[in-house]
């Protein structure tokens, strides 16, 4: 999978046809592990691996992608938390409804009180 993503290059083959990988893939997987349990994409990590390819630190766009993500978490935890306080409001009037007196036309009053 790492070979074809192009996050390892092909390793040598044994006589018998195994593959062959040296310590240069073992540091390579750990990389996308890591970069992966951060949440970067595999497009996001093969772009700072070709960047250390291509003979240069790949540590200011990696901060970067690091920001930018840090970003889009704090929106979207704000956004859970807008959620959240919907939910309860919600769940709180669900509490209080009489499923009898639900109208038909809006399929159910719990999650769509306007009618």
């Not at 159910?108 to 306007?114: E, G």
């Amino acid at each position: 999978f790492y070979e074809e993503s192009s996050l390892l290059a092909e390793p040598a083959r044994t006589q018998n046809g195994y593959r062959d990988y040296d310590e240069t893939a073992i540091v390579r997987i750990q990389f996308v592990q890591a970069g992966q349990s951060i949440g970067l994409t595999l497009a996001e990590i093969r772009n700072l691996i070709g960047i250390r390819d291509g003979g240069a630190s790949p540590c200011r766009a990696a901060t970067d992608l690091l920001n930018e993500h840090l970003t889009a978490i704090t929106r979207r935890i704000n956004e859970l938390k807008i959620l959240k306080r919907d939910l309860i409001q919600l769940k709180i009037r669900s509490s209080s409804l009489d499923p009898a007196s639900c109208p038909p036309e809006s399929i159910c009053h719990v999650i769509n009180p306007r009618h």
